[in-house]
């Protein structure tokens, strides 16, 4: 005997036994609908839906409140009934997606601005760094010359030396103390800058990967919690 000589009664058996040991869910039964026009009359069968009805969607059930939706519900075949609730409970995810898709896209924008900012303040610590690196090296000319004023030299060096000094209004050795103290400033600010940099791009990584995988994968499935928290259990349980 082959499957399809089965009776009616021993496929709605097992359809529903499948139902209730989570093996089924409402995608199975769909598949199983438009397979044949026998399996369309059977799967669409009350007793199966009405179960199916009470075990994905046990707990809205219990926390119906309103009078008017219980009226409306009966109204309704299970089929349609699930129809409806399934209809909502993907709006839910759809909405609780897009949500945590703007939630991220929202977050990438703060920290690329912090980016942008920290970018700013290191290029301004950079070129600080680099003119009194500069102003240092000037000095140390001076410094030198000053010097060098005080040993004989032919006239034509002297009256150079004797320029650059002169050309220096302010106190070499203070300004050179000055000068290193800045030096040590900046790059402790640029130090500082730079881990504060490299963290906000490790966060900005971060949250790009975590959009690119909600992007991917978007609401990629409806299955209901319960039923696959059903499927689990029974599935540890085997093992």
């Known amino acids: 005997m082959g499957m399809s000589d089965l009776p009616d009664e021993i496929w709605s058996r097992i359809m529903e036994a499948g139902i209730q040991s989570s093996a089924l869910g409402y995608r199975d039964l769909c598949c199983l609908s438009i397979s044949c026009r026998r399996l369309r009359r059977l799967s669409g069968d009350e007793a199966l839906w009405s179960a199916l009805l009470a075990l994905d969607f046990a707990l809205e059930g219990r926390g119906s409140s309103s009078s008017s939706s219980s009226s409306h519900s009966s109204s309704l075949s299970s089929k349609s009934l699930y129809r409806t609730k399934f209809e909502r409970h993907r709006a839910r995810k759809r909405a609780a997606w897009r949500l945590a898709v703007l939630k991220e896209e929202s977050q990438i924008a703060e920290h690329t601005r912090k980016l942008d900012d920290l970018r700013i303040v290191l290029d301004a610590e950079h070129e600080k760094l680099k003119m009194a690196s500069k102003e240092l090296r000037d000095l140390e000319k001076v410094r030198r010359a000053s010097v060098a004023m005080n040993v004989w030299q032919p006239e034509v060096v002297c009256s150079s030396h004797r320029q650059l000094v002169q050309q220096c209004t302010v106190p070499v050795e203070s300004r050179a103390s000055a000068l290193h103290m800045e030096l040590r400033l900046c790059k402790q600010q640029i ?43 029974r599935q540890r349980k085997m093992k």
Do not use: C, G, M
């Not at 990584?205 to 959009?211: P, S």
């Not at 990629?220 to 059903?230: A, I, P, V, W």
């Open 191 to 233: 130090a500082i800058y730079s881990k504060a940099f490299s963290n906000q791009k490790r966060k900005l990584e971060e949250r790009k990967e975590v959009l690119a995988s909600l992007k991917y994968h978007p609401v990629d499935s409806y299955e209901l919690d319960t039923r696959s928290n059903n499927r689990t259990k």
